[in-house]
Nanobody, 122 residues
């Protein structure tokens, strides 16, 4: 079992950047398919980007070119670098892990962090 703790959220101006971190404990992040999700006010939780065990990365179209996921095996941490942020990126961002499967719906994930809030001001 893995425990996930997100950090790095905060208030940023439109056009700015943030880097979120997801620190894992209990098991190695390389044992899981890791994903970042977000939930905006009044909306459902949605997939943003994921990295599977072999390093293949999956993005939603709105994130490609602006967001980048990476993992540091030594630190057992997964990162989400977010650039060119806009108001629509305002949300609570969650780190999640799953053992297997090719889908990236919230119900497919086995473990979740508690989230970190990202607020983008106009």
């Amino acid at each position: 079992q893995v425990q996930l703790v997100e950090s790095g959220g905060g208030l940023v101006q439109a056009g700015g950047s943030l880097r979120l971190a997801c620190a894992a404990s209990g098991r190695a992040v390389s044992s899981y398919h890791m994903g970042w999700f977000r939930q905006a006010p009044g909306k459902e939780r949605e997939f943003v980007v994921g990295i599977v065990r072999d390093g293949t990365i999956y993005y939603v179209p709105s994130a490609k070119g602006r967001f980048a996921i990476s993992r540091d095996i030594a630190k057992n941490t997964v990162y989400l670098q977010m650039n060119s942020l806009n108001f629509e990126d305002t949300a609570v961002y969650y780190c999640a892990a799953k053992l297997s499967g090719s889908h990236w719906l919230p119900d497919d994930m086995n473990y979740w962090g508690k989230g970190t809030l990202v607020t983008v001001s106009a």
